[in-house]
């Protein structure tokens, strides 16, 4: 295994932090709650109130473990542990990043995180593209466009919203052919979001 450090076989004793990246878009639910199972199985610690959407905070009487996200398609977090938390704070590190392996994870070096960052960044860029795309592939099935004057109305519609004119059977088939071509691209595009957010950034050389 390798720690935080990026030496192979590192033990664990001492150790306070963790940066690691799962094959996930962003923090999502099943997440927090994987790693608020982990975290809390023992010692007292309990998650912070508060949205989870870019850290997450647990605390117990004499510590805290703060989770930052650092990139997103896929997650990159680092795990922390605040000074006081003692040996209580290093088993719940060591639990988090354990349920983070179960599920396809792995511990990132010091080293290898900005190059996982860079391309977390990129990723990131080009997710942002694709959600705005498949919005747009969605949208194109609630409607049906005029083939006189070229408006959008409901794709329910009969008659068309802008001009009057009752949809003919033409009109019905182009409509149809459309939302068609929509429903198949909005699997292309979902299927590439979900690459983008389980495939693994190339390994860094040596690695």
């Known amino acids: 295994?390798?720690?935080?450090?990026?030496?192979?076989g590192?033990?664990?004793?001492?150790?306070?932090?963790a940066h690691l990246l799962l094959p996930l878009p962003y923090l999502t639910d099943a997440?927090?709650?994987?790693?608020?199972?982990?975290?809390?199985?023992?010692?007292?610690?309990?998650?912070?109130?508060?949205?989870?959407?870019?850290?997450?905070v647990w605390r117990r009487r004499t510590g805290e473990l703060r989770l930052a996200v650092l990139g997103r398609y896929p997650l990159i977090?680092?795990?922390?542990?605040?000074?006081?938390?003692?040996?209580?704070?290093?088993?719940?590190?060591?639990?988090?990043?354990?349920?983070?392996?179960a599920v396809d994870g792995r511990l990132v070096g010091d080293t290898e995180l900005p190059h996982r960052l860079a391309s977390a960044a990129d990723r990131a860029a080009a997710a942002a593209d694709l959600r705005a795309e498949l919005t747009a592939?969605?949208?194109?099935r609630t409607r049906r466009t005029c083939g006189a004057c070229r408006a959008d109305s409901g794709a329910a519609a009969t008659h068309?919203?802008?001009?009057?004119?009752r949809f003919d059977a033409a009109d019905d088939a182009a409509r149809d052919a459309a939302?068609?071509?929509?429903?198949?691209r909005t699997a292309v595009l979902a299927a590439e979001l979900d690459?983008?957010?389980?495939?693994r950034p190339m390994r860094a050389t040596g690695e």
């Open 77 to 101: 977090v680092t795990l922390g542990v605040r000074p006081g938390a003692g040996a209580a704070g290093r088993r719940a590190l060591r639990r988090a990043a354990d349920a983070a392996l």
């Open 137 to 140: 592939a969605r949208a194109a």
């Open 195 to 199: 690459r983008l957010a389980a495939d």
């Open 10 to 17: 590192r033990r664990w004793i001492g150790r306070t932090y």
């Open 179 to 184: 939302h068609a071509a929509a429903a198949e």
């Open 160 to 165: 068309c919203d802008a001009c009057g004119r």
């Open 31 to 56: 997440a927090v709650r994987l790693l608020d199972d982990a975290v809390t199985a023992a010692d007292g610690w309990r998650p912070a109130d508060g949205p989870a959407a870019a850290a997450r």
């Open 1 to 8: 295994m390798t720690g935080p450090g990026g030496a192979p």
